[in-house]
């Protein structure tokens, strides 16, 4: 059953994470993931939607805002997170429910777009959990944080005080989407923006305000955009803080050997 391959340590880490969230700080960074999905999706339309992991809600409370589809529906494990969804009236959602983390209670491709935006990093068994994005979904829009790089393993302790139990890069993720047979329609890197490193490090860590450090921001921003803009898409993804993909589903089955 796919409730035991849910630990029960991680359903109670993030069921108490919702009851203590930022608002704000999730809000912030909600404005920056919905955008990136509204534009890996231009040119396509989609009727209904399902977020899974939908969190607090945020993402979809953005989208909803946008215009983006008439209609949404949500899942998430933390019983908060379901609860604080609800207290939200996001308009044209219509369902949000618990589920264990791997079966979506929802019939084969009954749904025309999946959400699953920093979900990824945090699931212990990621190709369960993306066979049943392909089962119940034509299309899925799926986002990572870019967090692999070089001695990475040296800063187990840091991803995990996040959650973040995987790691990937823009190459990796095509991989595994690939041979779980999803086609990538379309992509995007993204940097984080100044805006959220200013909060972060004013609001969350509570740094002084300078004027130096805001133009030290600013221009750590400028200089990467700037070099990926010069030196094409591999730069990008080597310099980017996240990687959103489009993709659908193919008949493609896995054969090894």
Known sequence: MADDKLSGNVKTAYDEFYKTHDEAWRMLGAKYKAQHIIDV??????????????????????????????????????????????????????????????????????????????????????????????????????EVPRDYKTNVDDRIKHFLAYGHINVYTPTSLRYLLRTEGFEIMKDLTSMIEPEVTQFNAYINLKKPKSFVTDLKIKAEYAVKNAMGNLMGKRKQEQLANAYTVLCSKTNQQTEIF
């Open 41 to 142: 999706c231009q040119g396509f339309t989609f009727n209904k939607v399902l977020e899974v992991g939908a969190g607090d809600g945020s993402i979809l409370k953005i989208l909803s805002e946008k215009n983006f589809a008439p209609e949404y529906h949500a899942v998430e494990i933390s019983e908060s997170g379901v609860s604080y969804i609800q207290s939200r009236q996001i308009q044209s959602l219509k369902s949000v429910q618990v589920f264990d983390g791997y079966h979506l209670p929802y019939p084969d491709d009954s749904v025309d777009l999946i959400i699953l935006s920093h979900v990824l990093e945090h699931v212990e068994h990621e190709r369960l959990l993306l066979r049943e994005l392909k089962r119940v979904a034509k299309m899925c829009v799926i």
